[in-house]
């Protein structure tokens, strides 16, 4: 990987201040965990879980986890510690983040997960857990009725802020006005200050041209499929759940339909590599809106 090795050496030749903490952000198979990594080895830093999949314990090999050898070589932290039946936000990584933060001043914090680093240098309001009742609720007018049923139901202010294509963004919208009876976009105007205030660590974002992007997401779901991630498929195909949080994980789906006889192996390959394309290109549109202030690696 000539260009994460450029990034290195770039590094290496203007190192980041050992004393304050390092964000790397960067889209899926971009090399930023080898990086980190590296980084790590290189500064005697820890190195801390930015991304909302790497978190579940049941995908080692389909997000690209660390490794058992690799956790060898520096400590990583939040990586694999959830079971698919515990609740798990972007709140609950905030609040672990507190008390890792106070144990590790310099921290490399990694990940793809841009509302993860959002939260963390921009502040993150505590909404109040939405009871069961409201989920159910939501989770029967949007199988009924579709997106448009729960919009309509959205303060304007709100509807007007999040993604709404997305059905997760617009279904929490919706539980949150119901459970709590005041808009998101109301509670988000009460943000308290930053854990982590972007002016107190190190950032950089990697965005690696697309063409050389698809090629190393290419080539890794290949290697993913002889690592065994059909296998980390097939374990959780009795309790899967195509909605729930941890089934979101890229090529996922597509296995799990191969699995059940609805398509063949290359062509649940193909989708899930089609899929993560589609997934870097969001992210790479994301950071670049997003973090435009931040050191750019590639």
Not at 2 to 12: F, G, K, S
Not at 198 to 207: H, I
Not at 264 to 280: F, G, I, K, N, V
């Amino acid at each position: 990987m000539p260009e994460i090795a450029a990034a290195l050496d770039a590094m290496r030749s203007d190192p980041p201040p050992v004393d304050r903490p390092v964000l790397l952000a960067g889209p899926t198979a971009s090399g930023k965990s080898a990086l980190a990594l590296a980084l790590a080895e290189l500064q005697g830093r820890a190195v801390v879980n930015a991304d909302a999949l790497q978190v579940y314990d049941m995908w080692q090999v389909l997000t690209a986890r660390p490794d058992a050898a690799d956790c060898a070589r520096a400590p990583h932290l939040l990586y694999g510690c959830v079971g698919m039946g515990v609740d798990w936000s972007v709140g609950h990584w905030l609040r672990a983040m507190r008390d890792i933060l106070r144990q590790h001043s310099n921290p490399v914090i990694v990940g793809g997960t841009g509302l993860y680093f959002r939260a963390l240098t921009e502040g993150l309001v505590e909404i109040p857990p939405t009871p069961a009742k409201v989920r159910q609720e939501a989770d029967a007018i949007l199988a009924a009725s579709g997106l448009a049923a729960l919009l309509q139901d959205i303060d304007p202010d709100t509807a007007h802020r999040i993604d709404r294509q997305n059905p997760a963004r617009v279904q929490r919208a919706w539980e949150v006005q119901r459970a709590t009876g005041q808009g998101l976009a109301a509670w988000q105007g009460q943000t308290p200050p930053p854990l982590l205030p972007l002016a107190e660590a190190t950032a950089f974002v990697m965005l690696p041209r697309p063409d050389w992007s698809a090629q190393r997401i290419a080539t890794r779901f290949e290697a993913m499929i002889a690592q065994g991630a059909l296998d980390e498929a097939r374990a959780v195909l009795p309790q899967w759940d195509a909605r729930a949080p941890w089934a979101k994980a890229i090529g996922a789906p597509e296995l799990v339909a191969h699995l059940k006889g609805h398509i063949s192996l290359p062509d649940a390959m193909e989708a899930a590599t089609l899929a993560t394309r589609q997934y870097a290109k969001r992210q790479r549109t994301w950071f670049r809106a997003r973090m435009a202030g931040w050191h750019r690696l590639l």
